[in-house]
């Protein structure tokens, strides 16, 4: 343990402090890299013994995201615990939460990881734009809530959903009773279909004290429903989103990196889509826009250190290397001003994120 100051909600970590990752996929992999950097060390806790992050942590920690007891054991041999992941079981953050600083909180995790509990504490505790959206329990809800918020609309499973899974888009009645088949016995959220213009982000980091250092707006173009290609800075930006962030991360009295996806509509306006309580695919570009990137802004807020520069020098296409798109890494390794990213995943699947490329333009 190496801390120096009392444990407890404002302990600062200094370097030679070990800090604890729940998750061990690229986004641990990444943050671990970046730890390392400012000689902190990481002990990642995973499932797996042999997950992208783990390879590169200086230390792992096999277990299930379940079991309490192993979550306990592995936060009591680190200064501070942070996950790259949002369903981590809130039983098992508010036990890591007992035994060491939980940064981001586990306030975080209980509000992301339901997309119900997500939107009415957008709509009513932040005060913030989100789509019209109904409770559905059954069929016959499913139906109301339809007549209600009319068609088209999009049918989401309150839990784990991601890269478009768990969710149907409804065009017409006749679809009602098949689109609750598709996702039926999960709770769900009926959603309003938002006719938008684009979709943007906004990666924005809350530091011990309070202080916010948010990036600038990105673009984001999705294919088959997976983050395909992420613009910084995005055109067109006039603060908003960067205000709405600040106030998500207030209001939950955020230590971390956060995303917020938008929906942007044809006058300017923004519908927050969703948050993630963690370091965010649509940030990758961060990494080599000559500021601090997300990875290393995320580990100085966890362990309480200023955060740092998030004023990109120059503009960055990221573009994710999805399933078999990896096989082309020897181009894109031969490509000017064009950084390679690859995760260490030994098996090539489709629909899994391999790597990314950054574009300097
Ligand atoms: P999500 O899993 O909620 O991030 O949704 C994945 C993608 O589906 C979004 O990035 C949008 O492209 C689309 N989508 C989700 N919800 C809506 C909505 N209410 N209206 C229009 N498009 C949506």
Known sequence: MTTDSSRGAQTVLAPGATIGILGGGQLGRMLALAASRLGLNINIYSPSADCPAATVAQSATVGEFDDVEAIIAFSQTCDAVTYEFENVPAMSAKAASSVTPLRPGARALDVSQDRLVEKS????QVGVEVASFEDIGNVYDLKRAVKRLGLPCVLK?????YDGKGQVIIREEAEIANAWDTLAPAACILEAFIPFTREVSIVA???LTGHIAAYPLTENVHRNHILHTSTAPAKQDDGSAAKIAA???DQLDYVGVMGVEFFQMEDGSLVVNEIAPRVHNSGHWTQDAGCVDQFEQHIRAVAGWP???AVPRHSVVMTNLIGTDITAWEDFAATPRTRL?????????????MGHVNQIV
Do not use: S
């Open 341 to 353: 990213h690859l995760y260490g995943k030994t098996e090539t699947r489709e629909g899994r994120k």
């Open 157 to 161: 499973t309150r839990r784990f959903g």
């Open 121 to 124: 504490f957008l709509r009513d």
């Open 247 to 249: 106030k998500i991360l």
């Open 205 to 207: 980091a809350r530091g």
């Open 307 to 309: 955060l740092g520069d």
